[in-house]
């Protein structure tokens, strides 16, 4: 597994956990500190960035998500859905440090590892639109 791919399955985890625990994001932080992967500095400042730039722009995540997905209220979404979509979001339109291509990608593998059989389909569209609309995409 990539180190990118580590630090994602981790802030994906921690987006959850602050999503459906309603957990405060600096106790998050603290507690995945602890994780293995955090003894690697360049894949946790990447995980921490991804997870903290995420966190503090979530209302602005969300309305880049609602207006694609027309039909899909947020609060109906899967939560773990939820939480890749907007990891996703964040990485394409405010990190911008990676191919939009492999962002899609990872969220795709990622929705089909700890989702439903239809989420990486789901995924998969949202992300497309997104890109398409936003002009992220060749």
Same mark, same amino acid.
């Given at each position: 597994m990539s ?34 992967? #955090? ?11 991804? %997870? !903290? /730039?995420?966190? $503090? ?8 998500i609602k ?26 339109m405010i ?5 939009? #291509? ?11 590892? %700890? !989702? /439903?059989?239809? $989420? ?19």
């Open positions: 180190k990118r791919r580590l630090a994602r399955e981790n802030c994906l985890q921690s987006l959850y956990s602050s999503d459906v625990a309603h957990l405060e994001p600096a106790s998050v932080l603290a507690s995945f500190q602890m994780e293995e992967f #955090a003894e690697e500095p360049k894949v946790f400042e990447f995980y921490k960035n991804l %997870y !903290s /730039t995420t966190v $503090s722009n979530i209302p602005k995540i969300d309305d880049i207006k694609t997905s027309l039909n899909w209220e947020m609060d109906r979404m899967p939560a773990i859905d939820r939480s890749i979509l907007r990891m996703a979001v964040c990485e394409m990190l911008t440090d990676a191919p939009v #291509a492999v962002i899609i990608d990872e969220a795709i593998e990622l929705a089909k590892k %700890y !989702s /439903t059989e239809k $989420s990486g389909k789901f995924v998969n569209g949202v992300l497309d639109g997104i890109a398409r609309q936003n002009n992220l995409v060749k």
